[in-house]
């Protein structure tokens, strides 16, 4: 049972253009979910959270955008940049269980 | 301010041998993960420690894994014996509490051969 799925494994855009990273999951008990970005031969790294009681959170060119009712949220780049190429994970915590589950991430390519 | 280390950073080892996996965490986080990352998919945790507490081991195949964390600050992880199916990058993170955003270290990969 995987209860947080990336559907698309990856993800090609133009260097300017907005990139959008879905997420879709199963358990409703997640109240907190996370982005991660994650270089070759690196450990991931955190990008941005956002609580389930909002429904968007920004940061800079990165805004993540919660759909509780239909069990759904999405990364938004804005502008792409080469630098953004990398895979993205997403996390979904279950934080009165303790509980973290991850995606299998999306791979973004940004074309010069 | 120092990142998740870990070592060693590449192991291959033959298949029923035993390897263990060294982590220390960034100073003063309390939590502590072990992740397990086959090529291609998302990490699945293996345990999860609250300093020397473990929070969860659910996942931890425990008939030939083992981890400990002494004194709450560095870990280490064992395999013994190890399979084909063990194949893959081990990664440890922290954070500073359970509720936190996850410092990860660079992994070791494994390969058995």
């Known amino acids: 049972d995987q209860q947080v799925k990336q559907n698309s494994p990856s993800l090609s855009v133009q260097e300017g253009r907005i990139s959008i990273l879905n997420c879709d999951y199963t358990n409703s008990m997640f109240d907190y979910f996370l982005w991660y970005k994650k270089y070759p031969a690196e450990g991931p790294t955190f990008l941005i959270s956002?609580?389930?009681?909002?429904d968007k959170n920004e940061d800079g060119r990165f805004t993540v955008f919660l759909n509780k009712s239909a069990k759904h949220l999405s990364l938004h780049i804005v502008p792409s940049q080469p630098g953004d190429s990398a895979v993205y994970f997403c996390?979904?915590?279950?934080?009165?269980?303790?509980?973290?589950?991850f995606g299998d991430g999306t791979t973004l390519t940004v074309k010069p | 301010e120092a990142g998740v280390a870990q070592s060693p950073r590449y192991k291959i080892i033959e298949k029923r041998q035993s390897v263990a996996f060294w982590c220390n965490p960034i100073s003063g986080h309390a939590t502590l993960y072990w992740y397990q990352q086959i090529l291609g998919q998302g990490p699945k945790l293996l345990i999860q420690f609250q300093n020397n507490g473990v929070v969860d081991d659910s996942q931890l195949p425990k008939d030939r894994f083992s981890a400990e964390r002494l004194k709450g600050v560095d870990s280490t992880l064992k395999i013994q014996p190890a399979k084909l199916e063990d194949s893959a990058v081990y990664l440890c993170?922290?954070?500073?509490?359970?509720?936190?955003?996850?410092?990860f270290g660079p992994g070791t990969r494994l390969t058995v051969l």
């Open positions: 993170a922290s954070s500073p509490g359970p509720y936190n955003e996850q410092f």
């Open positions: 996390e979904g915590d279950n934080t009165n269980a303790g509980k973290s589950t």
């Open positions: 956002i609580s389930s009681i909002k």
